[in-house]
């Protein structure tokens, strides 16, 4: 796996542009090819994800438009006609069909789109539309809300290249945590394998990646493939997920107010569901996150995270381990606890990236968590926005 | 209902106690009678559950020993063994048996009990057992960590009287949210009948409220009937769900770090099920939580929760208000967005109790949920720790 230059626009095939005007931002993306797509599970889903959903069954696409600045949620027929407007702008300039454009939002809920500064934003980008290392980025910026850096990563495994951006987790208005991800690849394959590829991927990155354990209403993934290059599918799906995991890692790291960023290996899980049960609990645990932030090693609150998680666990049997700065230590072997450690233990949890091990020691079960620390930033962000 | 004074002790055959030394405190409360309780569902359960438990198998009663500082939680055999030894403490003062002795903890995850202060506490605490309108509160505070004030009630309804104290949520160490409750009453029915009163209780009060969503290892529900009252059973379930709901809404004022206190109301939901999914769901979001905070009337948040929340909904029937200071208004009404009432909005917010009902428009199912906002001063509760 070689990463690359240049993100989505390293994809032979692949154009894009973003301008922004206030709270408004337009991205662009012209990509024809073979697609597949991922939504929210929220049941309140936003206007854009109903109308790309219906184009994403025919298996094609030709490109992408999605604004920052409004969510166009829960804005009833006015709203989807307004995500159709916007497909049927993209597809007039790139003389394609309405079908085949996708439209992603991020923003506030319960407002409809100002169609007016779509349109003026639509005749600034059109424009813009290149393939110049700088034009993802430009798309990038364009979506991004309370993001503090882009997000993006390019890479090339035997022959084959896939690049994606996103924005989240983390919104100014309504702070859902929105993600909107853009996956391109220049390799040639079905809108099913496609999609099975994104699936696999999603579950091991993005699915496991919390910031606030809210749904968003608007989360969205695409994939688009340009078949401009051949080559075999366990690759392509290596370097998708390789693609998924670290735009993870790097939403993780630049989650609201985040400070810190930890990642929660669980091994020897019963299976792999528990193991995803247990990774997520830990995660998502309000005291292990607040105690990451105070550079506490509080291994109980990360056991007792485990022991309501809902996956399998014999207290007796674990071992927690924590990682990082250089540094690795066990806290807890098999049930007995390590108290000479904490010291050691307190300086990894000081530094910026820490790794949290437990093996449960019950089977062959593992997997991965992505999450960030909760901070007095968190609480600003979310609690001074107003409606 | 008939709120009256005298806390626990208005109860007849209860007298309790209550001393501190440091970071430990230890309770005492004589009550002899049938009882029944109800454990943490943490895979990792603190030794003084599993002996409770053990001991609660007989359905009787004649005294609880209760402890803060310490959680002997994951301490293995030699946990068990000491909390043994607080109850077999109590047994030999009551002259009762160590196994109609109930045990509970709350403190620090990992450590052992340390049986020298324990001992001594206990000396000091033996002699002061009373039923004065005091000695609740003073079994109360022994048990206290990051609460700010002491929790109690009492209630006589049709004959019968009930009581209760509760510690929670919030605890300095390790700030698990543990709740230990202590329930009494002078009615006189069987270990099944309390059993199944309880359970019934605490589904519609402790187990609607979040705090942080974590569950701790410690968190134990008592209840004991002194018998010396006769009554019905459909009065004393009412009056035991009044003081659990009642001990529920003080926890949540309480709640660590809590600046403001609120209620999710969701009726019209398929089933009983799905409501309280939903209102849970939203007492749990950490968007949610810092809208309140932030006297935010960001009902985006809140439809949003419920839409994750896996009960069924459609957003087209949602009605959704708020209410509090004295006011009370639609935001949302069958799907339809009322913006002309933001600002009647943003002053109930502004209140420190506010209820948010929402009606899904599907069915007769309801619940009603407990919730505190999400502040800084959580934060520093949680970050500040060092293990």
Redesign the interface.
Known sequence: MQRIKGGICAIDGVRACGVRAGKYGLALIAASGTAAGMFT????KAAPLAVTAEHLAKGHLDGIIANSGC?N??T?PQGVEDARMMASLLAGFLKSDEERIAVASTG???RYMDMDIIGRLFEEARGRLRSDGEAGLEAERAIMTTDTREKEVAVEHQGLRVAGIVKGAGMIE???ATMLCFLFTDADFSPEVLKSCLADAVRDSFNMLTV??????NDIVLLTATGRAQGRIEDFQQALRYVCVDLARQMARDGEGASKFFETLVTGARNEADARLAAKAVA????VK??V??A??????I??????SGA??N??LVTLGLEGSGLKVDL?WK?R?AEEV?DKA?EIMSGEEIIINIDLGLGMGSARSFGCD???E???V??????
């Open positions: 599970t929220n049941r309140v969510a949620a829960y009833g506030v809920i319960g309504p702070n859902m606030d354990g809210d749904t968003s209403t998502k645990s309000s005291l607040t105690a932030y105070g506490d090693p509080n291994w109980g609150r056991i007792c995270a485990v022991g309501y399998e666990m207290p007796d807890v049930g606890i904490l307190r909760l901070t007095h968190y609480v600003n979310n609690a001074n926005y107003t409606t």
